[in-house]
Each structure stands twice: as C-alpha cells, then as structure tokens.
C-alpha cells in the first residue's frame, strides 16, 4: 500500500526534555500537512497542520517544521510529559486528493 | 458537538462471512473517509465520501465497498471476509477537505 516516512521507529525521552519526530515525504506536489497522535486503544488524533507555503507552524508545545526542498516534517514537542505517549503520525495530502499516511513513530517517555 | 462515532467497537466472524460497520460523522461534517490500520501496513485508505458521493478510493479490492447516506452517516462493508482483513477499521469526517476527526474504530477479528 502507500505510504510515507521510514519504517516504524521508536523515540525514548525523558520526561521534561523536547522531543523531535522525524517523517519523510512522498509526493512533492502535497500541499497540506498534518500530524496525528494515536494512543493506545483510541483513533488517531489531530494535533497541528501546516500548508506548504508555510515553513514553521507553533501550536501549544509543539511546533511543525516543514522543508519542501528535502520534503521533509517534523514535529517538535516541547517539555515532553507523560500523557505524551503515544504513536504519532505525519500525512500528507494534496487538493481534493486522499491523505497519505506515515508509518508512524513510537514516543515513549520516561518518568 | 458529539465526536465521530462507529458501530459495533468490536466484532468476529469466520472466513467467507460478510460485515457491514457504521459511522456517524460529527454534525454538519460531509466528508467521511474510511481507512484500514494493521501492524504491518499502517494506515491504509479505503475510501471517502462526499455528499453521498465517493471521491476518493484507495488501493482495495472491490471486496471493500462503502456507502453515504444523505444525512451523511457511512457504512462500509467487506464482503468474503479473509484472515488478513483482520484489523482496526477507522473512520474519519471532516467539513470539507481537510482536517480529518477520527472516530475510535472498529476492531474487526477474522478467524
């Protein structure tokens, strides 16, 4: 099936530190971005979103960055807390099209 | 609002069965999109509606059918239902084209 990003990591950080999500890309003509949460047992949830003519998108303690030229996003969480683990996914999608989504990354954090 | 919901939460059939779920978008959302998540392949989209009319469809074979009723309520069916369609079968809504909501899912075992 489709997909975007590298194969399922897992990222360790203790509790307080920032954390940085890493998702690579597919389709260089997607023009909307989004990240995703998913905790154990629930749907996916919408934590920000970034269009593409844009670089650097902040919400409340996570910030987006994206770099078209490496079609590369990220998701930066500040101050990581406990509640924060969880598999978090980037997609992609471009007008009027279906979203693409990344395999996923697990975030776990460490009391 | 209410958030999206999705009936039943969990079912098992046998090989050769058919099954029918439900999704109940967030009011005044028209667009719902169904995708299929397993281990292995991640989030995979199966299709989206409009207005009662598909938009969208992914790479499924036409086992996987959906519907939209025009109070914009879906349901997708899965007709001779195989092991690997064993799953967590997530439905999601949205106003128009963008930020998707997703319901909690519908864990489907096959046996």
């Known amino acids: 099936g489709e997909s975007v990003g590298l194969h399922l990591p897992t990222l360790s950080v203790q509790e307080g530190d920032n954390s940085i999500i890493n998702c690579a890309y597919s389709?260089?003509?997607?023009?909307?971005f989004i990240w995703y949460k998913q905790e154990s047992g629930k749907g996916p949830q919408f934590i920000i979103d970034?269009?593409?003519?844009?670089d650097k998108r902040q919400g409340q303690r996570v910030t987006v960055l994206l770099n078209k030229t490496v079609k590369h996003l990220s998701l930066q969480i500040a101050a990581t807390q406990p509640g924060d683990s969880a598999v978090y996914f980037c997609?992609?999608?471009?007008?009027?099209?279906?979203?693409?989504f990344g395999p996923g990354t697990s975030l776990s954090v460490i009391p | 609002k209410a958030g999206v919901t999705q009936t039943p939460r969990y079912l098992i059939k046998t090989r050769g069965q058919q099954v029918t779920l439900s999704c109940s978008p967030i009011s005044g959302h028209r667009s719902v999109s169904w995708y299929q998540q397993t281990p292995g392949q991640g989030l995979q989209f199966l299709f989206e509606y409009f207005s009662e009319t598909q938009r969208n469809k992914g790479n499924f074979p036409g086992r996987f059918s959906g519907r939209q009723f025009s109070n914009s309520r879906s349901e997708m069916n899965v007709s001779t239902l195989e092991l690997g369609d064993s799953a967590l079968y997530l439905c999601?809504?949205?106003?128009?084209?963008?930020?998707?909501?997703f319901g909690p899912g519908t864990r489907l075992l096959v046996l």
């Open positions: 999601a809504s949205s106003p128009g084209s963008e930020t998707q909501y």
């Open positions: 389709n260089s003509a997607s023009d909307y």
């Open positions: 970034i269009r593409s003519n844009m």
């Open positions: 997609a992609e999608k471009t007008s009027y099209d279906k979203v693409i």
